[in-house]
């Protein structure tokens, strides 16, 4: 239950530092306060139900996207998280594309790195390796 609950913590600040690094990066696309907490939390839950449905749809009848569902996910979650979120906007093809190309490889560093910078002292305790 705990492990569920970090992966799920960690699933969403991943989203939190994509969303971040497009509204810094991307021209056309832009989070207030209140929308980039809405939007972090809802395209977590959007890309948390669409992932497996479109992993399926693709294995099933587009074989060839499956290296790519995850960029599909992200667009998706951007989509429904545009329309659905005041504080959140995207203007423009570049910008809907930077955006999910940003939003997704943030969201994969962070879930690598965020767990190596939060659980520092438990991987170290785990292996019997000093503390840094």
Do not use: C
């Not at 939390?41 to 074989?63: H, I, R």
């Not at 429904?80 to 995207?90: A, H, Q, S």
């Not at 930077?98 to 962070?110: K, S």
């Amino acid at each position: 239950m705990v492990r569920t609950l970090i992966s799920a913590l960690l699933y969403v600040l991943a989203n939190g530092v994509g969303l971040l690094i497009a509204a810094a990066l991307v021209e056309g696309f832009s989070l207030d306060f209140v929308g980039f907490v809405v939007a972090t939390l809802l395209l977590s839950v959007v890309e948390a139900v669409a992932g497996p449905l479109l992993t399926k749809m693709s294995t099933k009848n587009v074989p060839a996207m499956q290296g790519g569902v995850a960029l599909v996910t992200t667009f998706v979650g951007l989509g429904i998280t545009n329309v659905l979120v005041g504080g959140m906007t995207i203007s423009g093809i570049t910008a809907w594309l930077a955006a999910t190309l940003l939003v997704w490889l943030g969201a994969l560093i962070a879930n690598i790195v965020l767990p190596m910078v939060m659980f520092k002292k438990t991987m170290h305790a785990g292996t019997g390796s000093p503390k840094s």
